[in-house]
């Protein structure tokens, strides 16, 4: 397991003998009321476990490691700058990088302040990124130095960080001023935040169908999503080492950042998606736990790196569905696959997949298939519901928990977002009939599980009937040669529209298929006869080196269909 002892923190972030891990007392509270906020659990980590290594950044020119209370103090070196820098309460701080320290210490530092954390995708394009801080109105910017051309000739005032960790970088600079600026006032010098449904985070969806929206949380529901999220994650407290693959700026990680010092869990952050760091953390620092979209899930299992775990791992799956192939494949390398379903606005997962008794006398493939259900809702979370909307009425009905009745997911409660930024139209919209409307559409199972069949725009209608993409990608990709698919429409002079299949063939089988891709396509279309009926069959099949995706591993159809636009 990771030491503290080959790397020394800055003088700064050192903390002060005695030092008090609790923020000013409220007054005029009631004595059975604390307001929410996850911004308590690292204080409750540096007072419990003050030696634990918390965050570890190892695979860098310049590795670190912080313990609980070292962090800790960082956390509040970070709010004391933010405040000497001028951000007032409710203001946003936006911040810029990938999974390092920074990104790390803000989703923490910027709550202290009781600021807004404004966590920005560093794979968008500059004038897209302009878009969001001038949208968000950061007054402050937070930026690793690998990402400072996204920044622009901004007026808003940059704090670039080397990342480092060492005097004389910026950032640890900033830090340093900070901590001066506090004249040693400590924790009980900052204000506590007394409206824990005040905003906390504003996380920016992908706009993959236009503007990016600015979907506002609040540190009550964060608190809340992040406590669900280690449950629901079987995250084990005080020896629980977590990597930390899935982006902190998607969704601020799905809350994971917050369960993890929620559980005293060490961070492993990295700075890219790189399979060969992955697996010599899964190997060899006693990971317990990591989080990633199934395309990244995908990687793990065929990187040349992958072997049998002596240990089981658990991977918390999200932003897409997972075949039952992809997690038939995750098991047999000894990889224990939590499936979870949400959005930006739901604070990330809100439902889980959970494993039932009477699964063990199944096969492999049926337990994966049902594995693959997004399932009941988290235990923070309200009921999930599928319901459709009579024409002219916003009172939504229940679908038939039959397994066929196709219709869009709905929640509301603890762990929905507050509003979009600026933009009352698209949040009565969302907040339809009193639910907040994810737009995905669903079946609703006997037993109170739901499936996702597609996103209601995915949705292919070949001869008046309806084909799920979703659903032909998962029996495509059962095909064994099959690495990725992804399915959209194409217009049909015929039956309207057919389904066309982009195909990444597995690397193994690359060279049996070379300057053959029409024999694999005819292939690939008997196996899905034999599994789909006829209007669900692909009419075309392209195979492809890689497919457009976010940077969370999400496949952006929207740029398939421009492929497809051009035929």
């Known amino acids: 397991m990771f030491t503290s002892t080959r790397f020394t923190p800055t003088a700064a972030s050192i903390p002060p003998q005695g030092v008090r891990l609790s923020r000013k007392a409220l007054r005029g509270v009631p004595v059975n009321y604390t307001p929410l906020n996850p ?53 946003r701080v936006a911040v810029i990088a990938p999974n390092n320290p920074l990104i790390a210490d803000a989703l923490q530092g910027v709550l202290a302040a009781r600021a807004v954390c404004c966590p920005i995708n560093t794979r968008l394009k500059p004038h897209e990124v302009q878009y969001i801080l001038e949208h968000s109105g950061a007054k402050l910017i937070l930026v690793d130095h690998e990402y400072k051309h996204l920044v622009g000739n901004v007026k808003t005032r940059v704090i670039v960080s080397n990342d480092t960790g060492r005097e004389g970088d910026p950032y640890e600079d900033f830090l340093t001023e900070g901590r001066l600026f506090s004249q040693e006032k400590g924790w009980p010098g900052l204000e506590t935040e007394p409206d824990e449904n005040a905003a906390a985070m504003l996380c920016y969806t992908s706009g993959t169908t236009g503007r990016p929206k600015g979907v506002i949380t609040t540190l009550r529901g964060s608190y809340l999503a992040a406590i669900a999220n280690a449950f629901e994650g079987q995250y084990v407290p005080s020896n629980t080492p977590s990597s930390r693959i899935l982006p902190m700026f998607h969704a601020a990680g799905w809350t994971y950042p917050w369960s993890c010092t929620f559980a005293f869990a060490t961070q492993i952050t990295l700075r890219t998606v790189d399979y060969t760091q992955i697996w010599d953390h899964l190997l060899h620092s006693g990971v317990t736990h990591y989080c990633g979209a199934p395309t990244v899930q995908i990687g793990i299992v065929n990187d040349p790196s992958a072997r049998k775990l002596d240990k089981p791992i658990v991977a918390v799956i999200a932003g897409a569905a997972p075949t039952p192939h992809l997690i038939s494949e995750l098991e047999k390398t000894g990889i224990k696959p939590v499936h979870v379903y949400g959005l930006t606005e739901t604070y990330g997962p809100f439902t889980r997949c959970y494993d039932q008794e009477n699964w063990a006398s199944l096969s492999l493939d049926e337990r994966a298939r049902l594995m693959a259900r997004q399932g009941h809702a988290f235990a923070t979370a309200e009921e999930v519901r599928v319901v459709n909307y009579k024409e002219g009425s916003d009172i939504p ?22 509003e979009y930024l600026n933009d009352p139209e698209a949040t009565k919209k ?6 907040f409307n994810s737009g995905d559409l669903a079946v609703m199972h006997p037993d109170g599980s739901i499936s996702v069949m597609d996103r209601s725009k995915d949705i292919i ?47 193994q089988h690359t060279k049996i298929w070379k300057g053959r891709h029409h024999e694999f396509a005819v292939d690939l279309k008997a196996h899905a006869k034999s599994r789909l009926p006829g209007f669900a069959c692909p009419e075309w099949v392209e195979v492809v080196p890689e497919l457009p995706k976010t940077s969370t591993g999400k496949i952006l159809k929207t740029e398939l269909r421009k492929i497809v636009a051009k035929l």
């Open 39 to 91: 911004l308590s659990f690292i204080l409750r980590g540096a007072l419990i476990y003050p030696n634990k290594v918390a965050l570890v950044h190892p695979n860098v020119p310049s590795p670190v490691a912080y313990t609980f209370s070292v962090w800790a103090q960082r956390t509040q070196n970070l709010a004391y700058a933010l405040i000497k820098a001028g951000i007032q309460p409710g203001d």
């Open 397 to 418: 009905q229940d679908v038939p928990a039959d397994g066929k009745t196709l219709g869009e997911i709905v929640t509301r409660g603890n762990i929905v977002m507050k």
């Open 430 to 435: 969302s907040f339809r009939g009193g639910n």
């Open 461 to 507: 209608i070949s001869g008046g009937e309806n084909a799920s993409s979703l659903a032909i990608e998962q029996e495509l990709a059962s095909h064994p040669h099959v690495l990725e698919v992804s399915v959209i429409a194409r217009p049909h002079v015929k039956w309207g529209e057919r389904p066309m299949a982009f195909v990444i063939l597995h690397p």
